[in-house]
C-alpha cells in the first residue's frame, strides 16, 4: 500500500512539474549609453605604485598585443597628456542556426595618471561577412560598417524574435567586457621592465 501511494505522490508531482511553462529568459541585454550612444567608461584606480610613464608605456604595449597591427590601429599618441586613441575589432558569430561571421569595430581611448588609467570603448560598427567568410569574402558580398546604437535602441523596445537578440547582444557584451578585462589585467600586472 505504502510503495502504490508513494508512486502516485510521484507521479502526481513529476506531473505538476512537467505542466508548469518554461519561463523563457527575455531580460534584456543592458549595455551603457552615454549621450544616445553605447560607451564604455572604465576607470581603474588601483595601479599602486606605477608612475604615468610606466603605464603609457603598459598601455600601448597592450594596445600591440590586442589588436593585429598597432600602426594601424593607434591613430593619436600624446605621452604628455597619458592619452592614446585608437580602433580597435574582434570578429564573433552570433548565436543561432543562421548567425553569419561579423565584425565589429570601435574606438578606443586610454588616458593614464600616475596609478591610475581609464578606458574608453565607443563609437560601436558592426559588418557581416559574406557566406564565405572573414579570409575569402570579397567586397561585394559583405556590407559596409553600420552603427549598432540605433538597432541597440530597437531591442531594447520590440518584442519580437527576444531570444536571438538577446543572444545577439549577449555575445557583443562579452567580447566588450573580455577586452576591458584583459586590459585591466594586464595594467594591473606593474610590467616595469628593467632590463
Same mark, same amino acid.
Given at each position: 500500500?505504502?510503495?502504490?501511494?508513494?508512486?502516485?505522490?510521484?507521479?502526481?508531482?513529476?506531473?505538476?512539474?512537467?505542466?508548469?511553462?518554461?519561463?523563457?529568459?527575455?531580460?534584456?541585454?543592458?549595455?551603457?549609453?552615454?549621450?544616445?550612444?553605447?560607451?564604455?567608461?572604465?576607470?581603474?584606480?588601483?595601479?599602486?605604485?606605477?608612475?604615468?610613464?610606466?603605464?603609457?608605456?603598459?598601455?600601448?604595449?597592450?594596445?600591440?598585443?590586442?589588436?593585429?597591427?598597432?600602426?594601424?590601429?593607434?591613430?593619436?599618441?600624446?605621452?604628455?597628456?597619458?592619452?592614446?586613441?585608437?580602433?580597435?575589432?574582434?570578429?564573433?558569430?552570433?548565436?543561432?542556426?543562421?548567425?553569419?561571421?561579423?565584425?565589429?569595430?570601435?574606438?578606443?581611448?586610454?588616458?593614464?595618471?600616475?596609478? @591610475?588609467?581609464?578606458?574608453?570603448?565607443? &563609437?560601436? $560598427?558592426?559588418?557581416?561577412?559574406?557566406? #564565405? +567568410? /572573414?579570409? %575569402?569574402?570579397?567586397?561585394?558580398?559583405?556590407?559596409?560598417?553600420?552603427?549598432?546604437? @540605433?538597432?541597440?535602441?530597437?531591442?531594447? &523596445?520590440? $518584442?519580437?524574435?527576444?531570444?536571438?537578440? #538577446? +543572444? /545577439?547582444? %549577449?555575445?557583443?557584451?562579452?567580447?566588450?567586457?573580455?577586452?576591458?578585462?584583459?586590459? @585591466?589585467?594586464?595594467?594591473?600586472?606593474?610590467?616595469?621592465?628593467?632590463?
Amino acid at each position: 500500500m505504502k510503495k502504490k501511494l508513494l508512486t502516485i505522490a510521484l507521479i502526481i508531482i513529476s506531473s505538476a512539474s512537467f505542466a508548469q511553462k518554461k519561463q523563457k529568459d527575455t531580460a534584456k541585454v543592458v549595455l551603457p549609453i552615454k549621450d544616445g550612444a553605447i560607451f564604455y567608461d572604465i576607470i581603474i584606480d588601483s595601479l599602486h605604485n606605477q608612475s604615468k610613464e610606466t603605464l603609457y608605456k603598459t598601455s600601448l604595449k597592450w594596445m600591440a598585443d590586442s589588436f593585429v597591427d598597432s600602426k594601424e590601429v593607434i591613430q593619436i599618441q600624446d605621452p604628455a597628456a597619458g592619452s592614446i586613441v585608437g580602433a580597435g575589432i574582434f570578429n564573433y558569430t552570433p548565436p543561432g542556426l543562421l548567425g553569419s561571421p561579423q565584425r565589429m569595430s570601435f574606438m578606443v581611448e586610454i588616458t593614464v595618471r600616475d596609478n @591610475k588609467s581609464r578606458i574608453r570603448l565607443y &563609437q560601436f $560598427k558592426n559588418k557581416t561577412f559574406g557566406s #564565405r +567568410g /572573414y579570409r %575569402q569574402a570579397t567586397a561585394s558580398e559583405d556590407s559596409p560598417y553600420y552603427p549598432i546604437d @540605433k538597432d541597440y535602441y530597437a531591442y531594447l &523596445q520590440e $518584442k519580437q524574435f527576444p531570444r536571438e537578440n #538577446r +543572444g /545577439y547582444y %549577449q555575445t557583443i557584451k562579452g567580447k566588450i567586457e573580455g577586452i576591458i578585462q584583459s586590459y @585591466k589585467l594586464f595594467v594591473s600586472a606593474n610590467r616595469a621592465d628593467d632590463f
